[in-house]
């Protein structure tokens, strides 16, 4: 089946560095789908991307989707604190006539003022 | 990490039966469950939250007669999708957090077909 990997698995940063979280899937993705969880939160939808290449903006964060629709990226700039939480990235799997969302791991992220 | 089971990982059921699925979290209390519902090509969609021990809070618009969600133990959650009809075919899935964690864990999802 489907695998998709999320890498690194934590991520601490100093207030006003920059993130980037990677993820990689073993097929071609028709598109890819970011979630963010705050601690103690659920996993709310960030965005979508859908074309080959394609690059979305959402003031700090930047997402990206391989030119192969099998790898993304998500790098904020700048982090604040309220950047803490989890980001999920997640891809849909499409078998035997249904289709559902494959999720990665996670990146856990944390922000030290 | 953490696991959670989601079961069954399919279903197909008629017109007019109920369906259950089950979330369980195997390492963890999970005194949290989220339960989502998945449209084709869209995002997760949050159905309700879950405490356990309580009634689930239902998002907007997720009619809790039709979904019925039980809580009822750290390690288990069910969603029940009462007198199901064509248009409740859908992907489930459901996440599980412990009291006070970071993070929530995924369930592999269910796919649920009513013909």
């Known amino acids: 089946g489907q695998q998709v990997m999320q890498i690194p698995q934590y991520q601490h940063v100093q207030e006003g560095e920059d993130f980037t979280t990677y993820c990689n899937s073993s097929?071609?993705?028709?598109?890819i789908q970011w979630y963010k969880q705050r601690p103690g939160g659920h996993p709310v939808f960030l965005i979508q991307l859908v074309k080959s290449g394609e690059v979305k903006k959402q003031k700090r964060l930047t997402f990206q989707f391989g030119e192969a629709k099998k790898n993304s990226s998500l790098h904020i700039t700048a982090t604040q604190t309220t950047d803490v939480g989890t980001y999920f990235c997640a891809g849909p799997y499409s078998g035997a006539g249904s289709y559902q969302l494959t999720f990665g791991k996670g990146t856990k992220l944390s922000v030290i003022p | 990490g953490a696991v959670v089971s989601q079961h069954p990982s399919w279903v197909i059921c008629k017109s007019g039966t109920s369906v259950k699925i089950e979330c369980r979290s195997l390492?963890?209390?999970?005194?949290?469950m989220f339960w989502y519902r998945q449209f084709p090509k869209q995002s997760l969609m949050l159905m309700a939250t879950?405490?356990?021990?309580?009634?689930?809070?239902?998002e907007q618009g997720v009619e809790k007669d039709k979904f019925l969600i039980n809580h009822a133990s750290l390690t288990l959650s069910t969603l029940t999708v009462t007198s199901a009809h064509p248009e409740d075919s859908s992907f489930y899935i459901c996440?599980?957090?412990?009291?006070?964690?970071?993070?929530?864990?995924f369930g592999q999802g269910t796919r649920l077909t009513v013909v």
């Open positions: 879950s405490n356990e021990g309580s009634k689930a809070t239902y």
């Open positions: 097929t071609t993705l028709s598109n």
């Open positions: 996440s599980a957090s412990s009291q006070g964690a970071f993070e929530a864990f």
């Open positions: 390492d963890f209390q999970a005194t949290t």
